[in-house]
T-cell receptor, first 113, second 110 residues
């Protein structure tokens, strides 16, 4: 158990809908990262937060947004969903602003139908 | 931006040694790390190199050459359970962003 909790584990929704994925980092970790992994693909970096503030942005679509709350949990919002958004979405946390080791949650498998 | 290259697939037999290479291009480089991911599972941390040289952790070793923007993961005494995807990742930039390569699928044959 990495200590990072993601909910829900599975999500099936229709095109055009909006969903929210939740991540609770390891206790004490200030950095949260979000990644998208499509079938047999690598981990695409979406966005990074540190202590409530956005630190870095990857190739995140405008339809996607995220935030990190004062209690350090983070949410990834995906709207106007398309079939191509079907993927595993991982959250990871680390103790500082990145560096030695990131701990991953079990992921949310999103299926858009 | 950042870019990383690693082979897409590697096959080896049980008990053998395999090396997975990774080359990267980035600015503000801090370090290179390696992660293992079994099918459908969460990536798990294997090693991190910030300085040139070899780091050894049990059957796994990782090497970094900052001047060559190159590193590798060495897996010794391969076991069937080592069959997985292996990702190299760079930590870079003022935000210490963690960017992953596309992954190498390792298949260990009996």
């Amino acid at each position: 158990d990495s200590g990072v909790t993601q909910t829900p584990k599975h999500l099936i929704t229709a095109t055009g809908q909006r969903v929210t994925l939740r991540c609770s980092p390891r206790s004490g970790d200030l950095s949260v990262y979000w990644y998208q992994q499509s079938l047999d693909q690598g981990l695409q970096f979406l966005i990074q937060y540190y202590n409530g503030e956005e630190r870095a942005k990857g190739n995140i679509l405008e339809r996607f947004s995220a935030q990190q709350f004062p209690d350090l949990h983070s949410e990834l919002n995906l709207s106007s969903l398309e079939l191509g958004d079907s993927a595993l979405y991982f959250c990871a946390s680390s103790s500082q602003g990145g560096g030695t080791e990131a701990f991953f949650g079990q992921g949310t498998r999103l299926t858009v139908v | 931006g950042q870019s990383l290259e690693q082979p897409s697939e590697v096959t080896a037999v049980e008990g053998a040694i395999v090396q997975i290479n990774c080359t990267y291009q980035t600015s503000g480089f801090y370090g290179l790390s390696w992660y293992q991911q079994h099918d459908g599972g969460a990536p798990t941390f294997l090693s991190y190199n910030a300085l040139d040289g070899l780091e050894e952790t049990g059957r796994f070793s990782s090497f970094l050459s900052r001047s060559d923007s190159y590193g590798y993961l060495l897996l010794q005494e391969l076991q069937m359970k080592d069959s997985a995807s292996y990702f190299c990742a760079v930590t870079s930039g003022s935000a210490r962003q963690l960017t992953f390569g596309s992954g190498t699928q390792l298949t260990v044959l009996p």
